[in-house]
Nanobody, 116 residues
Framework: QVQPVESGGGLVQAGGSLRLSCAASGSIFSDVAMGWYRQVPGNDERDLVATVLSYGTINIADAVKGRFTISRDNAKNTLYLQMNKLKPEDTAVYYC?????????WGQGTQVTVSS
């Protein structure tokens, strides 16, 4: 299994923006739906917040709808998450992986911290 590499997290004030990137090697990337998951402090589960299918259809969780946008570049095997109007409750470690899980291991994630 391949391990994706997430980047782009950081500390930002409420109302700010961040753009996350995920590099996932392997020819399967363009054939599978990919998503961004997040794990908040103290929670063992990772919640799916955004999904983009291989041909571009997008699903966004209600908690982030209107603020987050997911996109992918299959030529670069890269997944993106544009996060705008960030809120303190968006603070979490963000991971990318396939939807459903299978081809990829979990990566290290990237920490997003939103201060009030």
């Amino acid at each position: 299994q391949v391990q994706p590499v997430e980047s782009g997290g950081g500390l930002v004030q409420a109302g700010g923006s961040l753009r996350l990137s995920c590099a996932a090697s392997g020819s399967i990337f363009s054939d599978v739906a990919m998503g961004w998951y997040r794990q908040v402090p103290g929670n063992d589960e990772r919640d799916l917040v955004a999904t983009v299918l291989s041909y571009g259809t997008i699903n966004i969780a209600d908690a982030v709808k209107g603020r987050f946008t997911i996109s992918r570049d299959n030529a670069k095997n890269t997944l993106y998450l544009q996060m705008n109007k960030l809120k303190p409750e968006d603070t979490a470690v963000y991971y990318c992986n396939s939807v459903p899980l299978g081809p990829y291991e979990w990566g290290q994630g990237t920490q997003v911290t939103v201060s009030s």
